[in-house]
């Protein structure tokens, strides 16, 4: 189960941003804000299948990008990647606060 | 009618000169119909460029009130290098957001008076910052990925033209992208003079939203 709240490293073309993920299920509907530098961003199409989750955001700071995440939840850590359009998927990991 | 040609940190020089010398010739040829200036989002200072040794002298702000035209050049630098140690050429692009350019752009959109114009990396600055959300535009080859994710449509042309927002892919296509502009403003037989003039003809067919749409055969 990915509910809580995660530190998360992202990789962009402009570098690494650090991202806290907030995933709460209330009536078991699974949400989720992306906290990032200066923005809160919401997770739209949250998939929750068998400790594998995949979600998309659009962020605009530091840059307007739309992201794809596919992550797996490994006890206290969550590992995956995440994609903006046609771009190299990148390494996304993150660790349970 | 003004060109204003915007400088910020890290500009590639080619990305302003090409259309800045077409325009300029353009200009002479329209009888003076156009005053050039080099500009900044901050005001006249100088701007150093991203390739060594090259400075140029911004003379005002930007103003988005004028009529005309507002030209905005990519950046130049290291492409490959890890952006969290080097100045890529990303990073140059994405600090853009961070001054007053994208302000003053929102706000050359709404003055009917203005076409907002880039060369290579200049799309991809605005990009970055969401001023170019839902519009068509064109981009460095390197770049036209990392475009689309930004919530761009892409066409791969030379030069796109999206209405208010004609956009150019890399650095030499500021060439074709001042021929065009000079094609739109005042007409091919001004256009044509320069080319004369340049030693130049222009590369690429513009893409505009009209006319057929292609079938697959």
């Known amino acids: ?97 | 009618m003004y060109a204003q040609v915007v400088l910020f940190d890290g500009f590639d020089p080619l990305d302003v000169i090409a259309p800045y010398e077409v325009l300029s010739a353009g200009s002479d040829a329209a009888g003076g119909a156009l005053e050039l200036s080099l500009v900044t989002a901050e005001g006249a200072r100088t701007v150093i460029s991203g390739t060594p040794g090259l400075s140029l002298e911004a003379t005002a702000k930007l103003d988005p009130a004028l009529p005309g035209l507002i030209v905005i050049p990519g950046a130049s630098g290291p492409v490959a290098a890890d952006p969290d140690v080097v100045d890529t050429i990303p990073v140059l692009l994405a600090r853009v957001g961070g001054t007053d350019l994208p302000a003053l752009v929102r706000q050359a959109f709404d003055n009917p008076d203005l076409i907002v114009a880039t060369v290579c990396g200049g799309s991809l600055a605005l990009a970055m910052a969401g001023v170019l959300e839902g519009r068509t535009a064109v981009t460095h080859r390197l770049g036209l990925e990392v475009l689309e994710a930004t919530g761009v449509t892409v066409v791969d042309a030379r030069v796109v033209d999206d209405g208010n927002l004609v956009t150019a892919g890399g650095v030499t296509s500021g060439l074709d992208l001042g021929f065009y502009l000079l094609d739109r403003l005042f007409g091919p037989k001004v256009a044509l003079s320069v080319e004369h003039l340049f030693q130049y003809e222009r590369r690429g067919i513009v893409w505009r939203n009209a006319g057929l749409e292609p079938v697959e055969v």
């Open chain 1, 1 to 97: 189960m990915i509910d809580g709240i995660w530190d998360v490293l992202l990789v962009t073309p402009i570098g690494r941003l650090q991202v806290v993920f907030e995933f709460t299920r209330i009536d078991g509907v699974l949400t989720g804000v992306a906290r990032g530098k200066g923005e809160n961003s919401p997770l739209h199409d949250i998939v929750e299948t068998d400790g594998r989750v995949t979600w998309r955001q659009q962020i605009t700071k530091p840059m307007r990008l739309n992201l794809e995440f596919d992550v797996t939840v490994l006890g206290a850590g969550l590992e995956g990647t995440s994609k903006a359009g046609r771009l190299p998927s990148s390494r996304v990991t993150g660790i349970r606060r």
